[in-house]
Nanobody, 127 residues
Framework: QVQLVESGGGLVQPGGSLRLSCAAS????????IAWFRQAPGKEREGVSC????????YYADSVKGRFTISADNAKNTVYLQMNSLKPEDTAVYYC????????????????????WGQGTLVTVSS
């Protein structure tokens, strides 16, 4: 049974940092891509980043390039999203999801085809 559990959200001041974790079980990271999405109040859910750990390929939304870094620890079956230089507009619930075709659905904006999601973790950027 595929399970994803996010953690690491919280309240941070603008310019601060947070690291989100997505712990996966029921499959190995080599077989999937893991994507991060976020949904701000009143807005649609949007893709943030994705990693295919089998070939270490990463993807980022333009809005987070240079500020966020996605990485994977295959030994722990966990994907991380390091978020630096946070802005108020980064405030959202962040979700991780398993992409069975290694970030292809992420790149094609096909999140509706992703079946396995975590419960989400809230990130609030505010002074």
């Amino acid at each position: 049974q595929v399970q994803l559990v996010e953690s690491g959200g919280g309240l941070v001041q603008p310019g601060g940092s947070l690291r989100l974790s997505c712990a996966a079980s029921g499959f190995t990271l080599d077989d999937y891509g893991i994507a991060w999405f976020r949904q701000a109040p009143g807005k649609e859910r949007e893709g943030v980043s994705c990693i295919s750990s089998s070939d270490n390929t990463t993807y980022y939304a333009d809005s987070v390039k240079g500020r966020f870094t996605i990485s994977a620890d295959n030994a722990k079956n966990t994907v991380y999203l390091q978020m630096n230089s946070l802005k108020p507009e980064d405030t959202a619930v962040y979700y991780c999801a398993a992409d069975p075709i290694k970030c292809t659905w992420y790149r094609l904006n096909g999140q509706r085809y992703l079946e396995d999601w975590g419960q989400g973790t809230l990130v609030t950027v505010s002074s």
